[in-house]
């Protein structure tokens, strides 16, 4: 079976709402995280611009969607999301140096750990149903992650899912929704409020 790659923006909106989001409350997440990383100054560490994105990628995230219904959820191995468990699923930030390419797999910017992998094995149930028959419904929960590139005013993103990880990669996707290839990024006002929605973060216990 070919891979689903949705570009066409009606296939976009209507998945998009089938896991429900919007494409507005994505492009407020990457709107967010690309004004993070442009806060980077000289004097800042190395690692300023990406840790910046992702803080504040993350944080928006959570309070476009939280707001909506979705839990901010935080797992055992540390892995930061959004969980909404009528749609069985959950959504993680990630910085990616590819993304938005609907012919190459996004690649992420930093190598992913065995806890990562964990997660994502876990929400693929249909792979490893030994795996999923016993856990609580916010560990199960299929796995998304927003991939976002921005090199300077090159940005692009998407909402892809993964079916493993392996070798501190990404291996393989059962399904990829472009939010934004390249060129079509308009650079939009990148100032953004930081108003703290009210937050209940769950913490998971690691299945034995």
């Known amino acids: 079976m070919a891979l689903p790659v949705l570009v066409d923006s009606v296939e976009v909106s209507d998945r998009l709402g089938q896991l429900g989001v919007s494409k507005d409350d994505l492009m407020q997440v990457i709107q967010a995280a690309v004004g ?5 100054t000289p004097f800042h560490p ?20 939280v707001s909506k219904g979705w839990e901010c959820y935080v797992c055992r191995d540390n892995i930061e999301s959004v969980f909404n468990e009528s749609k069985n699923l959950k959504i993680v930030f990630q910085n990616a140096d590819l993304a938005g390419h609907p012919f190459a ?16 094995a876990m929400g693929q149930s249909m792979l ?5 028959n016993e856990l609580p419904p916010e560990l199960r929960a299929k796995v998304w992650y927003l991939f976002v590139q ?12 993964p079916i493993s990880i392996q070798d501190d990669r990404f291996h393989g996707f059962s399904e990829r929704i472009m939010l934004v290839q390249e060129g079509e990024w308009d650079t939009p006002d990148l ?8 937050l209940e973060v769950k913490v998971s216990r690691k299945a034995s």
């Not at 100032?191 to 009210?198: A, G, H, K, N």
């Open 36 to 40: 993070a990383r442009a806060n980077a």
């Open 191 to 198: 100032s953004y409020d930081r108003q703290l929605p009210e």
């Open 46 to 65: 190395k690692s300023a611009p990406g840790m910046l994105a992702y803080i504040e990628g993350t944080f928006r995230l959570r309070s476009v969607l």
């Open 128 to 132: 490893f149903p030994e795996l999923s």
């Open 105 to 120: 797999d996004p690649v992420p910017s930093s190598r992913k750990g065995p806890g990562s992998a964990r997660v994502v």
């Open 150 to 161: 921005a090199e300077g005013l090159d940005v692009r993103a998407e909402l892809s899912c």
